[in-house]
């Protein structure tokens, strides 16, 4: 079993950032943040396996967010700079114990956090 705990979000001015941060316990081969904007569907943000270090990232934040890994610390965070108000959503912490599948597709991930707010205003 895996369990997961998402914090950080907030509300931030465009331009700003903010840092979020999942803590996590057993074992899992990939960590990944999703977004859930009101009536669009959950969109993989980012990814890192968790043992090379390696990141993937959606097209819409390349050069904007940064995932990373604490590994002591069992905590993942997703830095997100120059944040746009199209990037307001509901953000979600997901882990997944298989290498395989598409990264971003949230039905390859079994075990999810309750999600935290990030709103961004114009």
């Known amino acids: 079993q895996v369990h997961v705990v998402e914090s950080g979000g907030g509300s931030v001015q465009a331009g700003g950032s903010l840092r979020l941060s999942c803590a996590a316990s057993?074992?899992?081969?990939?960590m990944a943040w999703f977004r859930q904007a009101p009536g669009k569907e959950r969109e993989g943000v980012a990814v890192?396996?968790?043992?090379?270090?390696?990141?993937y990232y959606a097209d819409s934040v390349k050069g904007r967010f940064t995932i990373s890994q604490d590994n002591a610390e069992n905590t993942v965070y997703l830095q997100m700079n120059s944040l746009k108000p199209e990037d307001t959503a509901m953000y979600y912490c997901?882990?997944?114990?298989?290498?395989?599948?598409?990264?971003?597709?949230?039905?390859?991930?079994?075990?999810w956090g309750q999600g935290t707010q990030v709103t961004v205003s114009s």
């Open positions: 997901a882990a997944g114990k298989s290498y395989g599948g598409t990264w971003f597709l949230a039905s390859n991930y079994a075990y």
């Open positions: 890192i396996y968790t043992g090379g270090g390696y990141t």
């Open positions: 057993g074992y899992r081969a990939r």
